[in-house]
């Protein structure tokens, strides 16, 4: 997917495309991050272990299949500033190239195997609106170029807006995140294997909730894939 147009180099002569984590000037072959930052940021390998941090954060409430996170979530650091890119500042490019990026890395550990459908978690309707753009599903058409797999955002839906959750208590709050999501619109989907795509984990309780209302249509076998994780 490199870029060959001529016009290219005249481009990023005048328009410099800077890495949104260290702001440096990105050659024509860098896609989405610097190379250096690419291999500078701190990667989780949870898929290499099916008792992670993050497959934990799951154990005894759904099954969940297999887990994956690219970065290790710092706060302050990196890898927040670049999930802010993606989610705040219309870095959803980026979004794309990193899920393809994590997606190639993870096929040799035949991560994708059985997977037939990509889900990304839903943005409330209004919130898509303000942001123009799902950070999450743009994670997961970079996945879909490099799989193959289908990608579907119809069977999800993100149906009460959280706003105003941090003046809120911690059951408000995890009552409101597991009753925001629904997936009435999904098929009966008895013996599908569905990735769950995401930009960040940090309690589980989104993938949790989405999780669960997939579950309700079918038992499907579900996994997670992330950008990042607080764990
Ligand atoms: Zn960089």
């Not at 990193?98 to 040799?108: K, T, Y």
């Not at 069977?155 to 009460?160: C, E, N, P, S, V």
Request: glycine share 8%; hydrophobic share 40%.
């Amino acid at each position: 997917m490199k870029r060959l147009h001529p016009l290219d180099d005249l481009l990023d002569l005048f328009f410099p495309r800077l890495c949104p984590v260290c702001l440096r000037a990105m050659n024509r072959d860098e896609r989405g991050l610097c190379t250096g930052c690419l291999h500078r940021l701190p990667r989780t390998g949870y898929h290499l272990d099916p008792l992670s941090p993050m497959a934990q954060l799951f154990l005894g409430k759904i099954p969940i299949e297999r887990c994956a996170a690219f970065f290790h979530f710092t706060t302050p650091g990196d890898v927040r500033q670049l999930i802010h890119h993606i989610k705040y500042h219309g870095g959803k490019r980026c979004g794309l190239v990193l899920g393809e990026i994590f997606a190639r890395e993870l096929q040799p550990h035949r991560f994708f195997d059985g997977i037939d459908t990509l889900v990304p978690v839903p943005l409330h309707p209004a919130k898509l609106r303000r942001r123009g753009y799902n950070q999450s599903e743009w994670i997961a058409r970079g996945v879909a170029h490099a799989t193959g797999i289908e990608l579907c955002t119809r069977w999800l839906q993100h149906t009460r807006d959280s706003r105003s959750q941090t003046r809120k208590g911690i059951y408000d709050r995890w009552l409101d995140t597991h009753s925001a999501y629904d997936a009435r619109l999904a098929p009966d989907l008895t013996g599908r294997h569905i990735l769950l795509v995401d930009d960040v984990v940090t309690t589980g309780a989104t993938l949790l909730a989405c999780a669960q209302a997939l579950h309700a249509h079918g038992e499907p076998r579900i996994s997670c894939l992330t950008l990042a994780a607080a764990q």
